[in-house]
């Protein structure tokens, strides 16, 4: 971090490139449209670039710019809810996409297949803080700062994330309703 | 389903620590207590379990999700570029400017201004050459003792007076006489014919002359 501080555009470069689909992920938690989440992952490190002599190295690099990502994410999320033929984000955390099939969890695989479609059903809160927990493995502590709440609701609020994403995977598809 | 959920309790403490058990974010004391706890709690041990499992299924998610547009670090590095171009313009402009003010430059330019503001002052308090000269006192007169007659009437005196241009300034002296003073507004060759006629015999006056 030091180097892009000091305008080293390679070593920019490299850090670009660890965090460009992470950041991309981590914004298309709080945004369906990929075209958006594309412009959170440009004016994301374009305030990297700008901004990295700002950087304190009291908490980790991820932290830090997924906390950049999380602001223009949600900026972003807030434009496009504000667009009367879009559907706004809360409400499409609601609505259920694809069905997964039933999965009896311990000791089979759950496909990423499967899990990509059942986070779908999940609030942009809930699959933001499942990707911080469980793909970016920050502590708990570091996503509390990230996040701006208490330790203990980011224990709880994983918790039931978890189960709600285990709820939506037991789930009969329809054609084992129907049998 | 866990036994959590089965009885809609709260979930145990260890519970909500497993996915940091499991990706090695706990300190040593909070990963202790979390075996501890394993050891005697058999839905723990099944939650860690499906904790495991729906961890694998997460990272399996996020590492097929879409990937980035082929575009979209290009798109990074442009605006970088053009945001450095501009910040490089920046710093030229206030690299003058620094360059400008630094100390080197600061004595000259303040003996520059002190011998600027000397000019000006001097300007302003020197009298300038294309002005003329004036004092207090208006241009020079020329002044007349003049002695009327006795028998003039007082309004001829006045006539005389105006058609000469003339006021009093002094008098009547000892010897009857007043001190004039011409304007200059009568032509000298009609101020002459004028004082000869009034020492004629018919004139008003009985004698005139000059005032070194």
């Known amino acids: 971090m030091a180097a892009v ?12 490139a660890l965090y460009e689909r992470r950041v991309l992920q981590y914004a298309r938690s709080f945004l369906r449209d990929r075209a958006t989440a594309e412009e959170v992952v440009i004016d994301t490190m374009l305030s990297v670039w700008e901004s990295a002599s700002r950087f304190q190295g009291t908490a980790r690099v991820s932290t830090w710019i997924f906390g950049i990502a999380r602001h223009k994410a949600l900026d972003a999320a807030r434009r496009v809810a504000r667009s009367a033929d879009i559907v706004p984000l809360d409400e499409a955390g609601a609505v259920p996409a694809a069905e997964p099939g039933p999965e009896v969890l311990a000791g089979q695989v759950v496909t990423g297949r499967l ?7 999940l609030s942009p809160e809930q699959r933001e803080i499942l990707w911080l927990a469980f793909y970016e493995d920050l502590p708990y502590s570091e996503i509390a700062s990230l996040l701006g709440i208490p330790v203990n ?8 994330a978890k189960q709600k994403l285990q709820g939506v995977l037991m ?9 | 389903m866990t036994e959590h959920r089965e009885r809609n309790s709260a979930p145990h403490e260890a519970a909500l620590l497993l996915p940091w058990y499991l990706n090695g974010a706990l300190s040593e004391e909070e990963r202790r207590t979390v075996d501890l706890h394993l050891a005697e709690c058999e839905a723990c041990r099944r939650e860690l379990g499906e904790v495991q499992v729906l961890r694998g299924g997460l990272r399996e998610a996020y590492e097929h999700a879409e990937a980035p547009s082929a575009n979209l670090r290009r798109a990074v590095m442009t605006r970088l570029a053009g945001r450095a171009a501009r910040a ?15 100390p080197k430059w600061a004595p000259s ?9 000397f000019g000006a002052l001097t300007w302003l308090l020197l009298p300038h050459a294309a002005q003329p000269i004036t004092r207090g006192l208006g241009p020079a007169h020329l002044r007349l003792h003049i002695v009327f007659r006795p028998s003039a009437p007082e309004s001829s ?5 105006r058609d000469l241009g003339a006021r009093i300034v002094d008098g009547p002296d000892s010897a009857g006489g007043w001190i004039i003073e011409l304007s200059g507004a009568v032509p000298a060759p009609q101020l002459a014919r004028r004082l000869r006629e009034l020492q ?3 004139g008003n006056v009985e004698r005139v002359e000059p005032i070194p």
């Open chain 1, 153 to 160: 609701t980011v224990k709880t609020r994983v918790f039931y």
């Open chain 1, 171 to 179: 789930r009969p598809t329809p054609m084992e309703r129907v049998s």
């Open chain 2, 109 to 117: 330019l303040l003996v520059l201004l002190l011998v600027a503001q």
């Open chain 1, 115 to 121: 899990v990509q479609a059942a986070l779908e059903c």
């Open chain 1, 5 to 16: 501080a000091g305008g080293d555009r390679g070593c920019f470069e490299r850090l670009y």
């Open chain 2, 157 to 161: 005196v006045q006539q005389a007076l």
């Open chain 2, 88 to 102: 490089t313009l920046l710093e030229r402009i206030a690299g003058s400017a620094r360059e400008l003010l630094q």
């Open chain 2, 200 to 202: 004629e015999p018919s």
